[in-house]
């Protein structure tokens, strides 16, 4: 994250830092004091069983931007312990998407597998010191002697075994000669503890499941808890930050830690990024992308990272999202609508401007000299004085937007083209309405009109007011192009928020529209993928990298000029 600025105080001229938020509180607190050498050391834990969404977009900014801003470390690791539901696939994705936002994992790249005998030796050392025990209950008992947070709970018939019992069946258990759920190991800590993550929590569970990375090696696999805190002493994290919904957590972590005497992590809570009218639960894109709401996890409609890349986010706007939201220790929904400013905040000053026409139909000059083209400057981005000029062509025929022409209801607000009314085409001429044509159903097929050759932008010197601009394209140098418009997946705020209704009730039918037909401009041809483009009045585009080719354009539209959200 940024780096403190200066600031002038309310009450004075002396300088004031602008405040810090608390976890840079507690580095500094802990360079204060020498923790640790004065070292940070950060890591960003993804489990592989699904593509990375913006939430974990921000945590990758937290954990990545403090060891930036500390000078110091920080790791990619993988907490691949449940191999029935991680892939590769996930691995290579995760992989792709941090490096896209602009970020290295300069402490190496890990995996909680890395440590599976290690983690195996430390829960031997647990059941030798008399702090863990094989349970053969059914998991629904277990569950059922856990208690209440008022109550506590009952002891396992299995609590006391003997140590050597013990050890023999856990050696048994990696050995594979138990079924799945046929027992598994648990710390022994405190049945009554207030904290129900502290009463005799799962150690290790059998899976016969082949692992992505170890094979068959093993069919006991650590669970979270226990594998977490562990990881993060291997590696020597310094500052080990986690969501919110770990905070209960933590107990558990400082326990195994403070038994088995191995480095001291800690463990650091912040909240979660919630976003309105999205879906941040893995489990749940999953099911839209299994029931084909979406075409797949890179869908431009899904909060995923590549899902937000294939739509036509920056990593820059995101990173400024994330900056934005800041650092807190209170859940809290953002609204969706500052992801949308934080991209067109980004792509204003970098996107090249290009004129496309969506809805066509036909405008003819009819004064314009037939058969003749006429190239007419025009910038490329008013906001980049070294972005420079391009020309367009222009001929007696172009293309503009239907909805920019009307025949009735038009009144003082009306500032596109109408009969009796004058237009300013961009970059070209002020045009005058002479006559239209309508097929057998009244739809307007072509729009006549005159331009006034005095009127030409830069050196206009007709004295015409044109209150409206409209972009166009020109007929013959006009490139086909397929258009995909974008809108909000889900019609509710809190889609997953209703007790009683599945979220799948509230996805909008309408979150996509797909134009064939549209004309673009010559340049277009040339778009290449991750290109922002703004379309002149329509909104920021960028060419679609799964579907488009060199022989179909299609174009993906990112966000419009406007939020025009009527939610």
Not at 68 to 93: H, I, M
Not at 292 to 307: K, N
Not at 328 to 339: E, P
Not at 547 to 557: I, P, S
């Amino acid at each position: 994250m940024d780096s403190p600025k200066p600031h002038k105080s309310s009450e004075g001229n002396e300088e004031a830092l602008v405040r810090r938020h608390f976890i840079q509180q507690i580095i500094d607190a802990d360079q204060a004091a020498g923790l640790h050498e004065g070292r940070v050391h950060t890591r960003f834990p993804p489990e592989p069983n699904g593509y990375l969404h913006i939430g974990h977009a921000k945590a990758i900014c937290v954990n990545f931007g403090l060891a930036a801003e500390y000078g110091g470390t920080v790791n990619l690791r993988f907490d691949d312990t449940n191999p029935v539901k991680e892939d590769t696939e996930y691995v290579d994705a995760i992989r792709r998407d941090i490096a896209w936002l602009g970020f290295e994992w300069n402490g190496g790249e890990h995996y909680t597998s890395d440590y599976f005998e290690t983690l195996y030796g430390y829960a031997v050392k647990l059941i030798e010191d008399g702090k863990a025990y094989v349970d053969e209950q059914m998991a629904e008992d277990i569950a059922a002697q856990k208690g209440t947070p008022t109550k506590a709970g009952t002891p396992s018939p299995f609590r006391d075994r003997p140590i050597e019992e013990n050890l023999r069946l856990f050696q048994e258990m990696r050995e594979g000669k138990h079924p799945e759920g046929s027992m598994v190991l648990r710390a022994k800590i405190d049945m009554a503890h207030a904290n129900m993550h502290m009463r005799d929590p799962f150690m290790y569970r059998i899976k016969f499941a082949h692992h992505h990375r170890t094979g068959d090696a093993w069919c006991i696999y650590p669970m979270y808890d226990f594998a977490h805190g562990q990881s993060d002493s291997i590696e020597g994290i310094t500052h080990s930050l986690c969501s919110l919904e770990f905070e209960n957590h933590r107990p558990l972590y400082d326990w195994y830690i403070e038994h088995l005497g191995i480095f001291p992590s800690k463990q650091r809570e912040f909240a979660r990024l919630n976003l309105n009218y999205t879906i941040m639960s893995k489990r749940k894109l999953l099911r839209l992308v299994e029931d084909g709401v979406v075409d797949g996890w890179d869908d431009p409609r899904m909060p995923t990272i590549s899902g937000l890349r294939r739509r036509g986010y920056s990593p820059e706007s995101i990173r400024e999202f994330c900056d934005r939201v800041g650092v807190a220790k209170r859940n809290n929904v953002i609204d969706v609508g500052l992801l949308e400013f934080a991209l067109r905040n980004h792509l204003n000053a970098v996107a090249t401007r290009a004129m496309a026409v969506l809805r066509p139909v036909k405008l003819v000059v009819t004064n314009y000299p037939e058969g003749q083209i006429e190239w007419l400057p025009t910038e490329n981005n008013p906001e980049d004085a070294q972005a420079g000029t391009r020309e367009l062509p222009f001929s007696r025929e172009l293309f503009i937007e239907a909805d920019d022409f009307k025949v009735e209801g038009v009144n003082k607000k009306w500032f596109r083209l109408a009969p009796g009314r004058s237009v300013r085409l961009k970059s070209a001429y002020i045009v005058t309405y002479v006559d239209h044509v309508e097929d057998a159903e009244g739809n307007v097929t072509e729009i006549h009109v005159e331009y006034h050759p005095n009127s030409k932008s830069g050196s206009d010197t007709s004295g015409i007011k044109a209150k409206g601009t409209l972009h166009w394209v020109e007929c013959n140098h006009a490139v086909d192009a397929e258009v995909r418009l974008y809108d909000r997946l889900f019609l509710d705020e809190s889609p997953d928020g209703h007790k009683d209704r599945d979220f799948m009730e509230f996805v909008n039918p309408a979150s996509l529209e797909v134009l064939k037909g549209c004309k673009v401009e010559p340049a277009l041809a040339q778009a290449e993928v991750g290109e922002p483009w703004q379309f002149t009045r329509l909104g920021y585009f960028t060419l679609d990298s799964k579907l488009a080719t060199e022989e179909n354009l299609v174009f993906n539209r990112a966000v419009t000029l406007k939020d025009g959200w009527k939610g």
